[in-house]
């Protein structure tokens, strides 16, 4: 079964940071570019953060230097660190890889 799971999101505080995980099973990580996504309520889902396949990195304008992704092939899994967190990131966090989406995790940032 082709999977993807996020995880690592829950509620910090305004400047706080998260370091969220993607875990895939049923394939090989390695083989493709794997991207971060987000959705907060009432809006369109928005790209995050690319990693290639050599490790070249992009990230949506609104990162702003806040926000890291990696992966280890190894593990077959993906990350995303997520520094200086603030209200306006608050949404569900969600990986893809291809045409597979994980579930999603909740990102909450509230004082």
């Known amino acids: 079964q082709l999977q993807l799971v996020e995880s690592g999101g829950g509620l910090v505080q305004p400047g706080g940071s998260l370091r969220l995980s993607c875990a895939a099973s049923?394939?090989?990580?390695?083989?493709?570019?794997v991207g971060w996504f987000r959705q907060a309520p009432g809006k369109e889902r928005e790209g995050v953060a690319s990693v290639g396949t050599a490790g070249s990195q992009k990230y949506g304008d609104f990162v702003k230097g806040r926000f890291v992704i990696s992966r280890d092939n190894s593990k077959n899994t993906a990350y995303l660190q997520m520094n200086n967190l603030q209200p306006e990131d608050t949404a569900v966090y969600f990986c893809?890889?291809?045409?597979?989406w994980g579930r999603g995790t909740q990102v909450t940032v509230s004082g």
């Open positions: 893809k890889y291809r045409h597979i």
């Open positions: 049923g394939f090989r990580l390695a083989d493709y570019g």
